[in-house]
C-alpha cells in the first residue's frame, strides 16, 4: 500500500501558538483530505484539497495541496486546548476511491 | 447535518465467531466505504461499495469478509469467523454521487475478539 507519512508524530505546544505539520508521500495524488480524531471517535473532515498549490482555510485552518502533489500541509493559527486531537492526512489516487491514511499527528494544547 | 451513524458502539464477541457491524451511510451519498483502525495505529482501507457491488478492495478485505446493502438504508460488514488480528475499530465512510472527493467518518464500532 501508499506510504503517507506525516511530521512531526507528536507536538506539545502553548495555547495560542500556531502549529504547522505536514504529510509526503513517494506517489502523486489527485486529492488530499485533513482530518481530526478524538480518543474514541471517527475522523472529522476538516479540509479537502483537490488541485496542486491550492490554498484552503476553514476557520483557524489552513491547508496546501503541494505543487508537487506528492505532499500537504496544514497549519492552525492561534491554537486553543480543543484543538486537541490526532491529525491525519489522506491521499487519494488518480485511480480508485480508497483513501490512504498517514501516520498521525498528535497536538497536544497546554493552556 | 446529516451524519453517518453506525451500531453497535462495541462489540465483543469469542475467537470463530460470526459479527455484523452495521451502518447508515449520508442519505444521498452512493458510494460507501469500511476502514478500519487497530487501536494506536493509522486508518486502513478494507472495501468501497458501489451500485450494489464491490469497487475496491484491499489486501485485509480476504474470504472472511462480506459487505452488502440490504435495504435502502443500511450498509454491512460481516466478518464470518474472526480472529484475534479482527480486534480493532471499524469505520463506515460514504461520499456522494462523484465518489471522488469528501469521504465522512462515523463514529466506529469497536470491535473485541477474546
Known amino acids: 500500500g501508499q506510504q503517507l507519512n506525516q511530521s512531526p508524530q507528536s507536538m506539545f505546544i502553548q495555547e495560542g501558538e500556531d502549529v504547522s505539520m505536514n504529510c509526503t508521500s513517494s506517489?502523486?495524488?489527485?486529492?488530499w483530505l485533513w482530518y481530526k480524531q478524538e480518543p474514541g471517535e471517527g475522523p472529522v473532515l476538516l479540509i479537502a484539497?483537490?488541485?496542486?498549490?491550492e490554498l484552503t482555510s476553514n476557520g483557524r485552518l489552513t491547508a496546501q495541496f503541494g505543487i508537487t502533489r506528492k505532499d500537504s500541509f496544514l497549519n492552525i493559527s492561534a491554537s486553543i486546548p480543543s484543538d486537541v486531537g490526532i491529525y491525519f492526512c489522506a491521499g487519494q489516487l488518480s485511480t480508485g476511491n480508497q483513501f490512504y491514511f498517514g501516520t498521525g499527528t498528535s497536538l497536544t494544547v497546554i493552556p | 447535518e446529516p451524519e453517518v451513524t453506525q451500531t453497535p458502539s462495541h462489540q465483543v464477541t469469542q475467537m470463530g465467531q460470526e459479527v455484523i457491524l452495521r451502518c447508515v451511510p449520508i442519505s444521498n451519498h452512493l458510494y460507501f466505504y469500511w476502514y478500519r483502525q487497530i487501536l494506536g495505529q493509522k486508518v486502513e482501507f478494507l472495501v468501497s461499495f458501489y451500485n450494489n457491488e464491490i469497487s475496491e478492495k484491499s489486501e485485509i478485505f480476504d474470504d472472511q469478509f462480506s459487505v452488502e446493502r440490504p435495504d435502502g438504508s443500511n450498509f454491512t460488514l460481516k466478518i464470518r469467523s474472526t480472529k484475534l488480528e479482527d480486534s480493532a475499530m471499524y469505520f463506515c465512510?460514504?461520499?456522494?454521487?462523484?465518489?471522488?472527493?469528501?469521504?465522512?467518518f462515523g463514529p466506529g464500532t469497536r470491535l473485541t475478539v477474546l
Open positions: 465512510a460514504s461520499s456522494d454521487l462523484s465518489g471522488r472527493g469528501e469521504q465522512f
Open positions: 506517489s502523486i495524488f489527485n486529492t
Open positions: 484539497l483537490y488541485k496542486a498549490g
